[in-house]
């Protein structure tokens, strides 16, 4: 615990400061107040007469007041995305309008569930059911109803809308946080893909005998909103007071009741209406990603027993998108209609393997079986890829721009099986770093250095001394942040050797 926190224990304790502390801070308000000074001057001469951003502020202060169209971006990738506002509506309405997943109120329920919300978490507390802690992230304060809007998936015919409930500052955000963290435990990595690059790994260990099979990606309609709360928590209730042999603190009931708080009373506001999400999972409630994880492995285990019989040789999930090998004597069609037998509340489609080319994406990852080697692998872009990133005149620290052409070089080296691949997403990397004005030189050097990273890593470092970091956020104002930056971290060493500073830009 830090001194600061000490005094603030302490009930405001003051301390007097010590000769060499008075120093550092005499230094640091004298520096920050130099910082200050060439902020308010830059901010003062950035726009002035400058013609070309006068019209640029111009344009999008236009295109903001105009009330006829919603600016947004797109479900999956980058870009901006322009909407006639009616349709947006009108797609929206028919989203919110599912009497089965959600219905309209009448008044606005924030304060009474903050209210009965207050009042289970003290009794928990008093009862020592839960600890400090996870009062202090559950307990809600002013909270407001969530908000409601929809993401156009642009990549899929007649562009529907992902619905996303900002839940921020909603009365049941903290708990389903704190739960979340209770409860990450539950789930199982048998079938479950964490990320890309342990899918590709794990891909190329598969026997060679597997590209007889035939590729299939399964993906299921609307995850989210499909998702039984009902029989969730129960499943969740089993898990923790059934099959562990040492259940958590707070009684069952009192769980059950949480669980409630964090999921059937998710009230949001849309279009000025106020509503009520009866069942499903909120996108973006902390919880979501869990919860649905939670049902799909219970589901699952349920049905892993007749996969043999219906043709799956190889099963591996991420959240709703499943890449799966089947036996090529069935038919993926039928396959797909059977899994979604497997419970009312989920519907699969599916996607084959291109028959040329013996080709399937799957998680922005081009497969392609060779036959008698194995499954070559490349990075997988959709036609609606808009070649936007973090532009060079950006006006960001430049670490960003590092690490927008450095996250493309890394993902290209794990992604990529062969060589032949992996120069031609360097190519392409190179040509989309130029058009948003990258100099060559500089995405060159990212490109080697990331090479020399990865097959010529370095020598482990000898452990040094224990330093703290202390983390300083600073305000971007360009080049007088970065002189204010490297001067607060000279003063701080200076008389804490052993203190790391660690600056972020705000």
């Known amino acids: ?29 004298s520096i920050t107040d130099s910082f200050r000074f060439q902020a308010n001057r830059f901010c003062q001469t950035r726009y002035r007469n400058n013609p070309e951003q006068e019209q640029y502020r111009s344009l999008l202060k236009h295109l903001k007041e105009d009330k006829s169209i919603v600016i947004t971006r797109p479900d999956k990738g980058r870009g901006v995305v322009l909407m006639n506002k009616n349709e947006y509506l009108s797609k929206m309405y028919a989203i919110v309008n599912d009497l089965s997943k959600f219905k309209r109120l009448s008044t606005d329920p924030t304060i009474a569930r903050e209210q009965n919300l207050i009042n289970l978490l003290n009794r928990l507390l008093k009862e020592k059911s839960i600890t400090e802690q996870f009062f202090k992230i559950s307990c809600p304060k002013d909270s407001n109803p969530g908000l409601l ?22 009365f049941n955000y903290g708990l389903g946080k704190a739960l979340t963290n209770m409860l990450s435990d539950i789930i199982e990595t048998k079938n479950m893909v964490r990320d890309p690059f342990s899918f590709v790994k794990e891909l190329r260990t598969l026997p060679t005998s597997f590209c007889d099979c035939k590729m299939v990606s399964f993906d299921i309609s609307s995850l989210y909103t499909n998702v039984p709360l009902d029989e969730t928590i129960e499943i969740i209730l089993k898990n923790l007071y059934e ?6 603190t707070i009684k069952r009931e009192d769980m059950k009741q949480l669980l409630i708080f964090a999921t059937k009373n998710s009230h949001f506001l849309f279009d000025g209406q106020l509503y009520d999400q009866i069942d499903g999972v909120s996108m973006g409630s902390p ?61 699969f489609t599916s996607e084959e393997e291109a028959t040329t080319t013996h080709t399937l994406s799957f998680l922005n990852i081009l497969i392609q079986k060779l036959p008698g080697v194995g499954f070559a692998t490349k990075i997988y872009r959709k036609e609606t890829f808009s070649g ?50 990258y100099p060559i030189n500089f995405v060159n050097s990212i490109i080697r250095r990331q090479l020399d990273l990865e097959y010529n890593p370095p020598a482990p470092k000898p452990s040094t001394l ?27 060493s200076k008389q804490y050797p052993l203190k790391k500073i660690r600056i972020v830009y705000d």
């Open 1 to 29: 615990m830090s001194e600061l926190e000490e005094k603030d224990k302490a009930g405001g304790e003051l301390r007097i400061l010590t000769a060499q502390e008075m120093t550092l801070a005499s230094n640091l308000r």
């Open 149 to 170: 809007y929809g993401l156009p998936k642009v990549h899929k015919d007649n562009i529907p809308l992902r619905p996303v409930l900002s839940a921020l500052g909603t």
């Open 243 to 248: 099959t562990r042999t040492t259940p958590p």
């Open 287 to 347: 919880l979501a990603p869990l919860l649905a994880e939670i049902f799909l492995q219970d589901l699952e285990k349920k049905h892993s027993s007749s996969f043999t019989s219906l043709g799956i040789v190889y099963w591996k999930r991420y959240v709703d998108d499943t890449f799966v090998l089947i036996d090529s004597t069935f038919s993926a069609k039928d396959i797909c209609t059977k899994l979604s037998q497997f419970h009312k509340s989920i519907k």
């Open 388 to 437: 936007l990133i973090t532009k060079w005149s950006s006006f960001v620290p430049k670490t960003y721009k590092y690490n927008a052409i450095s996250t493309l070089v890394y993902r290209a080296i794990k992604i990529c099986s062969s060589y032949k691949n992996l120069h031609q997403e360097f190519r392409f990397i190179r040509k989309l770093a130029t058009k948003n004005g």
């Open 466 to 492: 224990n330093t703290d970091t202390v983390v300083v956020r600073v305000p971007y104002f360009g080049l007088p942040s970065q002189v204010y930056a490297k001067r607060i971290t000279s003063a701080v």
